[in-house]
């Protein structure tokens, strides 16, 4: 055997044992250089783009807020103690229509409850503090009173005692429609101004047709309480304004006023004025 072929067979048997993972690389031994990166790595680290901030976003400028349109008559129900634009509204226009709420103060007080109350006795509602649906279609399109009398005087007073409301007629047009309440039909005992005994009677307002009489200003005593700015028109009984008038008949005989009402009655109403009082179904 040659040499040579001796000194191959150890070699090739020490390369056998290696496994592929650990095999050499083809290049081992030719030279002592570090190991090349393989072509399929980047030759150059890519560049790294630099962080941007995100841009801050502007806060939208809010628009300017545009003023609610005012509530108006009818758009909720309304009960004593309400106040708002819409109670101002509906006092507005019961005034429009002579009924008199007050002072245009955008509260639902006593005054405009006692207007609204007149209102709906003309209108044949039922009478209620709480307005609703039928309330505000009878405010769009109301009722002229009923005339008490075939006679249509000018000027003239009609008191309907079924419904509790009164109208003032000037130049025969209503000028003032409000609530009144007038007597209770109860039994009592009282002494009559300048008597010693006591007379007993029921507490009524006589049906028929009158004229005015005598008045007083200011507060008058009377055997049965005090009557503010009376305006007789049947012997005792009067027009006059009282501190209570109810929704319903309370007195003793006379047609009690608001208070509010009857500091200018009087002087809407003249002496000799017909005064027609009824009782219609």
Same mark, same amino acid.
């Given at each position: ?28 031994? &030719? ?25 801050? #976003? ?10 609610? *349109? *005012?509530? &108006? ?5 309304? $009960? ?7 109670? &101002?509204?509906?006092? &507005? ?7 008199? *709420? ?53 000027? $003239? ?5 079924? #419904? ?36 007993? /009677? ?11 009489? /005598? $008045? ?6 009377? *055997? ?58």
């Amino acid at each position: 055997m040659r040499k040579s072929a001796a000194l191959l067979i150890p070699i090739v048997l020490l390369a056998g044992c290696k496994t592929a993972g650990e095999a050499a690389p083809a290049d081992a031994g &030719r030279s002592s250089q570090p190991h090349k990166p393989s072509a399929d790595r980047p030759k150059h680290k890519p560049k790294r783009e630099p962080v941007r901030k995100p841009r801050a #976003r502007a806060t939208p400028k809010p628009s300017p807020s545009r003023p609610a *349109p *005012p509530l &108006r008559a009818g758009d909720r129900k309304l $009960r004593p103690g309400a106040e708002g634009a819409d109670v &101002r509204e509906l006092q &507005r226009r019961l005034k429009g229509l002579h009924y008199d *709420p007050g002072v245009v103060d955008g509260e639902y007080g006593t005054s405009t409850q006692l207007a609204v109350w007149a209102f709906q006795a003309v209108n044949r509602l039922k009478q209620s503090g709480t307005l609703g649906a039928p309330f505000w279609k009878a405010l769009d399109r109301p009722r002229e009173p009923r005339p008490m009398a075939r006679r249509h005087e000018a000027d $003239r007073v009609d008191v309907d005692l079924r #419904r509790q409301y009164l109208v003032l007629y000037r130049d025969g047009r209503p000028r003032l429609i409000t609530h009144v309440s007038s007597g209770s039909g109860e039994y009592y005992c009282a002494k009559d101004r300048g008597a010693t005994v006591a007379r007993c /009677r029921y507490a009524t307002t006589g049906t028929g047709d009158f004229r005015t009489g /005598r $008045r007083a200003k200011g507060w008058e005593v009377s *055997p049965l309480g005090r009557l503010y700015n009376p305006v007789y028109f049947n012997g005792g009984i009067a027009f006059h304004g009282a501190l209570d008038v109810p929704r319903y008949p309370a007195s003793h005989g006379c047609v009690r006023l608001p208070m509010h009402i009857a500091e200018y009655f009087p002087s809407l109403v003249g002496t000799g004025v017909a005064v027609h009082v009824r009782r219609l179904g």
